[in-house]
């Protein structure tokens, strides 16, 4: 690890100043930058310590809707008794993601701006050539080892992973990511690689998340988040989906939905197709699997990733049935 300076924010006005330095960091709860900083990855200048920020840490539930701060632990958001009943996609995206220990400790800003798992990204001495951690030099996980890889929204400069349960709950309730600058849905939040994978978030040198928004609309009670991946602890996801649902009065008419996918894109996924097929029909499950077959549309595999086609519908059909309540 390198040697760095350490400014520790009293103001969000200095913060912001402060992070507008050449080779400045931003520390919150620190689980992703101490792993990057450890494999050399991240080479900060100066480090930006944004924990003792007042007001970034509180959590507020009402009739609109909920706003987390972002300094707010995934611990305490995860156990909100306000978020479980009006969010469940949110406590249950938390409380499957990390161990409880780094649970904890990360906050929901850093959460949202973790970097990839992509092995090549996290091994600079092993695989110099990686577009997203030095533009213009190639990507080593294309025509290599894929399983974890994304399969939606890759470019020829980049098939690393989004690996975040919280966004992509955030993004089936239709979230708003608030910074010292704006507003920001979170579907616009996110960047594809494109021709510029090193660019993951539309965030600007010296803007800071400060919370997020979560509006109360009628689908947010009955949402949930499903998770598969190969081990039950501490794992990220092979495939995952977001659901949010609102059914007809009649009990049995889908009047609004919305899904999203995680761990098989460069970003949280929107699978608006699905959504689409599904406004309006009868919820039965022959309907719900014809209809998540769309969620894949587009999807392109490299190697060892092309089961997350297959899997990918399942999850989708299988969270849309847990939250419309048949399964």
Known sequence: MRNFDYSRATSLEEAATLARRPGAMLLAGGTTLLDLAKCEVARPETVV??????????????????????????????????????????????LSAASAQ????????GN??????CPYFRDPAGFPACNKRAPGTGCSAIGGITRDHAVLGTSEHCIALY?????????????????NM??????????????????????????????VAVPATPLAPNSTY????????????????????????DGVTIRDIRIALGGVATKPWRAIAVEDALRGRILDEATIREA???????AQFHGGNAYKIELAPRVVARAILKAGGIQ
Do not use: W
């Open 163 to 179: 690996p975040g349960d919280l966004a992509v709950a955030l993004t089936a309730l239709g979230a708003t990511v608030q910074t």
């Open 182 to 211: 704006r507003a920001v849905p979170i579907e616009e939040f996110f960047l594809t690689p494109g021709e510029t994978p090193e660019r993951e978030t539309v965030l600007e040198p010296g803007e800071i998340i400060t919370a």
């Open 112 to 117: 949202l701006l973790q970097r990839t798992r």
């Open 49 to 94: 310590d944004l924990t003792r920020l007042p007001g970034l840490n509180t959590i507020t539930v009402g009739e609109s809707g909920a706003t987390i701060g972002a300094l707010a632990p995934m611990s305490r958001v995860a156990d909100d008794e306000g978020i479980r009943r009006h969010f469940p996609a949110i406590a249950e995206s938390l």
């Open 102 to 109: 780094l649970r904890n400790m990360a906050t929901i800003g």
């Open 226 to 249: 499903l998770k598969v991946r190969d081990r039950q602890s501490y794992e990220f996801a092979a495939a995952s989906a977001a659901v949010g649902i609102e059914i007809d009065p």
């Open 292 to 298: 998540s077959m769309a969620a894949i549309d587009g």
